[in-house]
């Protein structure tokens, strides 16, 4: 059942028009003929088990890097975690390393990747590893994070600013096992399904480009839309940084620019954990006018929230609000999606239809940086 659903799930990679999926066949042939850096990003984290395959014949390897077996092309095999070990089609090792050949894909739980897959015992099950070369890492961020079809500068920006960000997040976080996660956490990758021409072309066009600034990875985070003007970072988080300052945004017009959210009485009570609120102050707001803390007041109890927790708890799109209240319930009326530091997203594709290029875009919402080439070890 397993080889045949990883059968059917490559047909429909190598047949767009089959799937919805826009990956092209040529794209096992744009990349660089030699890796110049392996990222590991972890696919999937203290699971019981998991799935794992391979486009073509692979190569099993363990821990030490000896060749303890092979795996046939669309032969999908499940791992699970048995005893502190990797347990896998009747053999089991500390870890397992499974290399496609001829450049072909490796299936990890669910969907396609470039490279390779580590299956490692992490706490009370198994976390899976993608090794993937880092420019082709960053043919799927781009699609996942941003679009595939938005503009080709837009696109080069991101492809920057995700560059950088792994990197920054590979020397300061990475640990023994991966360097970073898939989620928004870290940045959404998606493996093959998120690959498009574009995203090819951005970052082959801007392979090797970081951002710097006294000569050192800048933390190069990004959102998809700032309401009007992205943050200063000590505003959201705690240490100032001379390059994430907070300049206008040129989102205006993108479908998070303006939100809304309506909440009753007892919605909101239940959510706050306080009883019967009557109303919400606002008692230190940044200068833009993102909530840092809020004062929520009860029927007999009061209790303080930060802007954070506020969003978390109330599923917002960001801390940029304001609320007012009626006699059925309380209205939340807010701008911009995500934690407004770094690039805006929607801003860059804005700037970008205006025919503003990637350079100029990146300078503008990352203050007092160089963009730099470097050959990554």
């Given amino acids: 059942m397993v080889t045949q659903r990883l059968q059917l799930l490559f047909q429909r990679l190598l047949h767009p028009s089959s799937s919805g999926l826009t990956i092209l066949l040529w794209i096992a042939l744009v990349a660089p003929a030699q890796a110049a850096l392996e990222l590991r990003v972890a696919i999937q984290q203290g699971v019981s088990k998991i799935t794992i395959g391979s486009s073509t014949k692979a190569v099993i390897r363990d821990g030490a890097g000896r060749v303890v077996g092979e795996m046939a092309p669309m032969d999908g095999k499940e791992a699970r975690s048995s005893g502190g070990s990797v347990a896998m089609d009747g053999r089991k090792a500390t870890d397992l390393l499974i290399e496609p050949t001829s450049g072909g894909y490796v299936w990890i739980g669910d969907r396609w990747y470039r490279g390779r897959a580590r299956i490692v015992p992490s706490g009370k099950g198994l976390t899976a590893v993608n090794q993937v070369d880092l420019e082709q890492y960053l043919y799927s961020v781009l699609g996942a994070e941003m679009g595939g079809n938005w503009p080709l500068e837009a696109l080069k920006a991101q492809a920057v600013a995700a560059r950088t960000y792994a990197l920054y997040k590979r020397q300061t976080s990475g640990n023994g096992v991966y360097d970073l996660g898939d989620t928004q956490s870290s940045q959404v990758y998606k493996g093959l399904d998120t690959e498009t021409t574009g995203t090819h072309q951005a970052v082959n066009a801007t392979a090797g480009q970081v951002l710097t600034y006294n000569n050192q990875l800048i933390l190069a985070v990004f959102h998809s839309s700032s309401g009007g003007h992205t943050e200063n970072v000590e505003n959201v988080w705690t240490q100032p940084l001379p390059y994430l300052r907070g300049v206008a945004d040129y989102d205006q017009g993108a479908p998070p620019y303006q939100w809304q959210k309506t909440f009753s009485k007892s919605e909101l009570s239940r959510l706050l954990g306080v009883s019967n609120i009557k109303t919400l102050v606002p008692e230190r707001t940044t200068p833009t006018g993102r909530i840092m803390t809020m004062k929520v007041v009860g029927n007999g109890s009061t209790r303080r929230m930060s ?52 350079q100029q875009i990146l300078g503008h919402y990352y203050q007092n940086t160089s963009l730099t080439s470097l050959q990554v070890k």
């Fill in 307 to 358: 802007g954070s927790q506020l969003r978390s708890a109330l599923g917002l799109k960001s801390t940029w609000f304001t609320v007012s209240s009626s006699s059925t319930g309380f209205q939340i009326n807010g701008r911009g999606f995500g934690h407004g530091l770094g690039l805006s997203q929607w801003g860059a594709y804005n700037l970008a239809q205006q025919g503003v290029n990637y």
